[in-house]
């Protein structure tokens, strides 16, 4: 059976002391050595884990958010001490520093188990490009593990890590988790660096994440999301407000959804719009015509140049380093002119002005992952018009500047796992990922291959005992409540919702603008007059989390007790009286979702 890797879990057994991150490490380095070796192209010594794991003495979970956490590198992300190839031997080199974003995770605790098989030079959506060998379907061997991120998915499904790191400029990041059962986080293009990645299409790859939850993707994105002036096409998080909820949800007209002939994945696209009208949320139906239209400049347009520019002296000096299906497709790129790009990238300008409609009716797109599961008997027959089917939902993401996150959704006919995601503008990530977060605990589905907990290792199931695991009542009035941008901190802590209520009528609510990767946020004020009751969640989270809870709270914000309307006490959030002398008074609104309300 497949152990519970998840995150939460992790820090939950290291902080009760029935696991500790050399056991869990080293056993999760054992099973890889035991399990399919094409899901790696290089794999971590045991000197390198013991490094890592040294760095770790007198650290724990409140001190470093990835404490112990093992994880996986595609082989286009450099990692110190192992070879980048993108699955070429011929262009392999060895990076003296980590990528941007595996050195941010190191340095909050996680271990890198090695670097994972992709389709060569991240150029296919199948997982069966490489020289490496095609890693195995979580699920049906018999079945493509989905690309171009392949080893990265399979590793986390199989319970090899906790999550992995891909990249996804057409869907890399997507396709492989709906193929095996996991969430799949595209960011907002830029906000995880890029240096220290061996480019597809610069000005459009992304770094994605591959995770047993919604919430252990938004805290990896937390932690990795951080401005890297050295990248060119980095971007600053946009200072934003927290996602609107319940959420305006679209969908394609059904004349416009197409899944190959496959009625059991028609069937869970059904169902899964089924899913979202009882969560309460409004389905709108949308034309996208524009994003399809998108979708096909990216390997008929000039930005297979791109892939070109990359690697043009090898495509030059010693062509056949390449697979002969890669070769063709990204030799492609040497046939265009700069009239062409100007003229798709016109062109590319009118799409994202039509697609722009879309988003006036809702705030989030809801489609097919892939329209179909192939075997790779039928890509072996058909490698590229199958591989440009897989794209259909997932190649104009990045053209028209959206994030993503894949979620499953359920199982088709022969018991193979098949997702959904829901789609974006920039820098509506803690939208996406709240979306699946609610959407795949309504559908009560398992994650991964299995998600239990197995024998091998001394972990706890997933969740607390609230006999043994003291717990702390917190009251919280903005960010962090339900569906709000913020609220994977608590989620991630394996918080639980225990009451919504209002305060006693003796604060004052004031607007604190955002900053950075900061949303903007209220602050409650107690006065001895002119108060008001406000909105406030009443969560419980094991008091062994609390201490990392608190060193993200920035001033003037803080905790300390707040009264609830009736008479009982709680810790909660609480502000410095000082923003009352220049912070926006909102306190008439008696509640932070009412103020999004009006201002969205």
Not at 115 to 125: I, Y
Not at 135 to 147: M, Q, V
Not at 320 to 347: C, E, H, N, W
Not at 351 to 376: C, F, V
Request: with cysteine.
């Amino acid at each position: 059976m497949t152990p519970d890797l998840s995150i939460a879990t992790l820090l939950q057994a290291y902080r009760s002391g029935t696991a500790s991150p050399q056991q869990v490490v080293l056993a999760a380095w054992e099973r890889a050595a035991q399990d399919d070796p094409a899901i790696w192209i290089n794999r971590a010594t045991l000197q390198q884990l013991q490094h890592h794991l040294a760095a770790l003495d007198g650290e724990s979970p409140d001190t470093r958010p990835l404490y112990g956490i093992p994880f996986a590198i595609k082989d286009n992300i450099d990692c110190a001490g192992l070879p980048t190839t993108a699955a070429c031997p011929d262009w392999s080199y060895d990076p003296e520093e980590n990528a941007h974003v595996v050195e941010l995770l190191i340095q909050a605790g996680a271990i890198p188990l090695g670097k994972t098989n992709l389709d060569q030079f991240a150029t296919g959506l199948v997982g069966v490009r490489s020289p490496y060998g095609i890693p195995e379907n979580a699920f049906d061997p018999r079945y493509l593990p989905g690309g171009s991120s392949s080893g990265s998915a399979v590793a986390v499904a199989k319970g090899l890590c906790s999550f992995a790191l891909g990249t996804d400029t057409a869907g890399s990041g997507r396709v492989p988790a709906a193929f095996n059962n996991l969430i799949g986080l595209k960011p907002t293009r830029g906000i995880l660096s890029c240096t220290g990645v061996v480019p597809a299409c610069r000005t459009l790859d992304c770094v994605s994440i591959f995770s047993l939850s919604a919430a252990d993707a938004a805290l990896v994105l937390d932690i990795a999301a951080s401005y890297d002036p050295k990248d060119g096409y980095a971007r600053r998080q946009a200072p934003s407000s927290p996602p609107v909820w319940p959420p305006r949800i679209a969908v394609p007209a059904a004349e416009q959804l197409d899944f190959f002939g496959n009625d059991s994945a028609r069937e869970l696209f059904e169902s899964a719009i089924a899913t979202v009208k009882s969560l309460g949320w409004t389905v709108v139906e949308t034309d996208i015509t524009p994003l399809l239209d998108a979708a096909r400049l990216l390997y008929e347009g000039p930005w297979v140049a791109e892939r070109a520019a990359v690697i043009s002296s090898l495509l030059t000096l010693n062509p056949q380093a390449l697979l002969p299906v890669t070769r063709s497709i990204i030799a492609g790129g040497l046939k265009g002119s700069a009239m062409d790009a100007f003229k798709a990238q016109y062109r590319l300008a009118d799409l994202k002005r039509a697609s722009e409609a879309i988003w006036d009716r809702a705030d989030a797109l809801l489609m097919p992952t892939t329209g179909t599961l192939y075997t790779l008997a039928e890509v072996e027959a058909e490698p590229v018009q199958l591989n440009s089917n897989l794209g259909r939902y997932t190649n104009f993401m990045n053209l028209l500047d959206l994030c993503g996150c894949a979620v499953p959704a359920g199982f088709l006919g022969a018991g193979l796992p098949w997702g959904i995601t829901f789609y974006a503008p920039a820098f509506g990530d803690a939208l996406v990922l709240d979306c699946a977060a609610h959407f795949h605990a309504a559908r009560d589905l398992p994650v991964g291959k299995t998600a239990l907990t197995s024998s091998d290792l001394p972990l706890p199931a997933a969740g607390f005992d609230e006999e043994e695991t003291p717990m702390l009542a917190l009251a919280v009035c903005g960010a962090h409540m339900e569906g709000l941008a913020l609220h994977h901190q608590l989620s991630s802590r394996g918080a639980r919702l225990l009451q919504r209520t209002v305060s006693t009528p003796v604060y004052r609510l004031y607007l604190l603008p955002g900053h950075g990767s900061v949303p903007d946020r209220p602050g409650m004020v107690r006065v001895s007059e002119g108060g008001a009751a406000i909105e406030v969640e009443v969560w419980e989270l094991p008091q062994a989390t609390v201490g990392s809870f608190i060193t993200g709270i920035a001033a003037p914000l803080g905790l300390g007790k707040v009264q609830l309307a009736d008479g009982t006490a709680v810790c909660g959030f609480i502000c410095e009286g000082i923003v009352a002398e220049y912070a926006q008074d909102i306190t008439t609104l008696g509640s932070w979702r009412e103020w999004l309300r009006l201002t969205q």
